[in-house]
């Protein structure tokens, strides 16, 4: 006796659109109660800003800027792995920051 054949459950990935309006109805309930109609506002969103591809960096720039600066301020030239050890970064990151342009 063979066993019935099942469909498969459609696998539903959230985008990065999708997943930042579950973030925001997470965080602000009433703003999502406040948004009537989320699926009309998702839409307008993404005829607004379709076909764009962005990068979103982890730290803001004003973070990273210090960060460069911690670098540039403890690096004597022979210590990159000291100085990652103090900063809680990775040895490669002191180099990337080195080697900017107007950083030596």
């Not at 009309?40 to 720039?61: M, N, Q, W």
């Not at 210090?66 to 970064?89: H, P, T, Y």
């Not at 180099?95 to 030596?104: A, E, F, M, S």
Request: include cysteine; proline fraction near 8%; hydrophobic fraction near 35%.
């Amino acid at each position: 006796m063979t066993p019935p054949k099942t469909t498969p459950e459609p696998i539903t990935e959230l985008d990065l659109l999708d997943r930042i309006f579950a973030y925001l109805e997470s965080q602000l309930p009433e703003a999502s109660r406040a948004m009537c109609n989320i699926d009309r506002l998702k839409a307008d969103v993404r005829s607004e800003f379709a076909g764009i591809e962005c990068y979103i960096p982890a730290l803001p720039r004003v973070e990273r800027d210090k960060r460069a600066q911690d670098v540039l301020r403890l690096f004597n030239g022979r210590n990159a792995s000291e100085v990652a050890r103090q900063l809680n970064i990775g040895r490669t990151t002191v180099y990337r920051i080195l080697k900017q342009p107007g950083n030596r």
